[in-house]
């Protein structure tokens, strides 16, 4: 039990996090409404990565593996940003 | 062969692993890149758009693709301690609902059709205007290329539950097998955990 009791409590929380955004979707728009979905699927991005792909018993080449795609999306998306933001 | 360290053999593994995963998101990445520039230059069409797309069924399907990980997850915790039984249930009811994904993913591109949003299937003139026409391009080619990921490790779940069940693959030695099929498949539900968002709940 003492394995299979944080695996469900991540499962519990992702389906908080899933209700979570479709409910922030119901009352913002715009900029909040992006920032708070965004911000939400990250966290559930996180707990997944952090738990269910067992990043928290990796070293640390592991997790700069794993950190190091999400660092070459956020380049690619952060130029594009740039680029579209400042015309 | 694994004998003589399996720790690092298990790295080695784990790593290329990882580098497979990075081009996938490297490869998704692209898309999301199309979806952030369309948001940014014509955000009220875009969420127009994103507004006739059934969002009830994507919360459904993110139900079932989170309970797959859960499933994913315990199977690979059983993998490791060498329990069969544990290893195949867990790998079969993600594979089971993966295909219940799919199903529903189906369902939803046929209601599509119907009212007239999905492109291919769809008149030029149909569209509310030319960036929610670009937006709906978007959302079929996001999705199809995602189903066609769960449609692969639908199969890898599969084939290693009967490799399990066999016992070709001897547990707990080849519990890094399970690991790294467990990680193809957190990855196409994290690649899912953003494009719900990104297509479905634009506002």
Known sequence: ?87 | MADAAPSRQRDTTLMGMYLFLASEIMLFGGLFAVALALRLLHPQEVAAASRRLHYGIGAANTVLLLTSSLAVALAVAAAEMGKVKGTVAGLLAAAGLGLGFLALKAAEYGMEIREQLLPAFTPAEAFDSPAAHLFMDLYLVATALHAVHVTVGVALLAGLAWRVHRRSLALPRAATGVEVVGLYWHLVDVIWVFLYPILYLVR
């Open chain 1, 1 to 87: 039990m003492k394995v299979v009791a944080p695996l469900i409590a991540v499962w519990a929380a992702l389906l908080a996090l899933l209700g979570m955004t479709v409910g922030a979707s119901l009352v913002l728009t715009g900029t909040p409404s992006l920032v708070a979905s965004l911000g939400i699927a990250s966290a559930k991005a996180a707990l997944i990565a952090w738990v269910y792909m067992q990043l928290r018993r990796e070293g640390g080449l592991m997790r700069i593996m794993a950190l190091g795609a999400a660092f070459w999306l956020l380049i690619l998306l952060g130029y594009l940003a740039l680029d579209y933001l400042t015309r």
